[in-house]
């Protein structure tokens, strides 16, 4: 005899799940928080540093240089928008780390 989804160790009506587990992962399986700062640190200023001197660079070159004016601003952009990743990941981990303090806080209390 099976038991309903809603009960034992994987509960859907748990706050922390955004939706139901559908897969066989581990109910504590986390991905690497510290890890993915880091990284997230460190390549948000890398890659606008990056962003920036490429597209100085697409701005500061000539018609017939190589590489050619389009190719650093496209480098430029991905650059960019790497950045941008970095800085959303960052925003999304701090959101929820303040989330896993305040659940921390709330068993603790109660």
Known sequence: MSQPPSTGP????DPGHRRPRSGTEPVT???DLWLRTLLSSVGLPFFAAAAAALAWWATASGLHDSPSDRALSVLAAVCGLLALGAAVD??????RRAQERAARGREKRG
């Open 10 to 13: 994987h509960r859907d009506d």
């Open 29 to 31: 399986a986390r991905s």
């Open 90 to 95: 960052l925003v999304v981990l701090r959101r």
